[in-house]
């Protein structure tokens, strides 16, 4: 697994030939997850190096059984994206103690993530498995957080005879980035470089709203408290 701290941003991917990165990171993010084989592991990698290829953003990978030793690093951050596998129709025990966890930490003291960004991610078995119920999960927690949700923005695929496996988003998810590991694979061989793909789709976006929420709010005029009427 990748581990870094917010302000590492020596594991970025190099830039295109002529490019300029920034010395001090725009916008910060966090990838918390958990993974029960690796596969989620996986997916969540793909997202943080999704999150790094864009300039400006530095991204902190946080397992969510560190999570609760790491609440400064979720603080600090402008964005977080949050992952887990599908189990029984919805995120895993472990990502749920986490999920409780923030209300006492961060919720009722102070709103501590309102209007952060949020995005969630996860992984089943199959190519279903009721990974909707699990993102729909994961939605409603960073609404209860007060953040504002990054959708997937992508088509779904693979749905027609030219269709194929290679296809970013080949499973056909709006809500978040959705894989399928087989479940005779390890994670060195699934989630598949398709879903993978779509992991890093997942983070550059997240990425690039991040810096947009940022600059704006670098922008934005103070509030005078006036109500404009026509």
Same mark, same amino acid.
């Given at each position: 697994?990748?581990?870094?701290?917010? @302000?590492?941003?020596?594991?970025?991917?190099?830039?295109?030939?002529?490019?300029v990165?920034?010395?001090?990171?725009l916008a910060?993010? $966090?990838?918390?997850?958990?993974?029960?084989?690796?596969?989620?592991?996986?997916?969540?990698e793909?997202?943080?190096?999704?999150?790094?290829?864009?300039?400006?953003?530095?991204?902190?990978?946080?397992?969510?059984?560190?999570?609760?030793e790491?609440?400064s690093?979720? @603080?600090?951050?402008?964005?977080?994206?949050?992952?887990?596998p599908t189990?029984?129709?919805?995120v895993? @025990?472990?990502?749920? @103690?986490?999920?409780?966890?923030?209300?006492?930490a961060?919720?009722?003291d102070?709103?501590?993530?309102?209007?952060?960004?949020?995005?969630g991610f996860t992984?089943?078995?199959?190519?279903?498995g009721?990974?909707?119920?699990?993102?729909?999960?994961?939605?409603?927690?960073a609404?209860?957080?007060g953040?504002?949700?990054?959708s997937?923005?992508?088509?779904?695929?693979?749905?027609?005879t030219?269709?194929?496996?290679d296809?970013?988003?080949?499973?056909?998810?709006?809500?978040?980035?959705?894989s399928q590991?087989n479940?005779?694979?390890?994670p060195?061989? $699934?989630?598949?470089? $398709?879903?993978?793909?779509?992991?890093?789709?997942?983070g550059?976006?997240?990425?690039e709203?991040?810096l947009?929420f940022?600059?704006?709010?670098?922008?934005?005029?103070?509030?005078t408290g006036?109500?404009?009427?026509?």
């Amino acid at each position: 697994m990748v581990e870094a701290t917010l @302000a590492d941003t020596a594991t970025r991917p190099a830039r295109p030939e002529g490019a300029v990165a920034s010395s001090t990171p725009l916008a910060r993010a $966090a990838v918390v997850y958990h993974s029960g084989h690796g596969h989620t592991g996986r997916l969540a990698e793909a997202v943080h190096r999704g999150v790094t290829a864009v300039d400006g953003v530095a991204a902190v990978l946080i397992p969510v059984e560190e999570a609760q030793e790491r609440w400064s690093d979720l @603080a600090e951050a402008d964005a977080i994206i949050f992952g887990s596998p599908t189990y029984v129709a919805g995120v895993s @025990a472990a990502f749920k @103690a986490f999920e409780e966890a923030s209300s006492r930490a961060v919720m009722t003291d102070g709103m501590g993530w309102k209007d952060k960004i949020a995005a969630g991610f996860t992984n089943s078995g199959s190519r279903s498995g009721d990974k909707l119920s699990t993102l729909i999960q994961i939605a409603l927690f960073a609404a209860q957080h007060g953040m504002h949700w990054v959708s997937l923005a992508l088509p779904p695929a693979n749905n027609s005879t030219t269709g194929s496996e290679d296809e970013l988003n080949r499973l056909g998810f709006w809500l978040g980035a959705a894989s399928q590991s087989n479940v005779d694979q390890g994670p060195d061989l $699934a989630p598949p470089d $398709a879903d993978l793909r779509t992991g890093e789709h997942l983070g550059r976006r997240v990425a690039e709203t991040t810096l947009q929420f940022v600059s704006g709010r670098r922008v934005a005029p103070a509030r005078t408290g006036t109500l404009l009427t026509s």
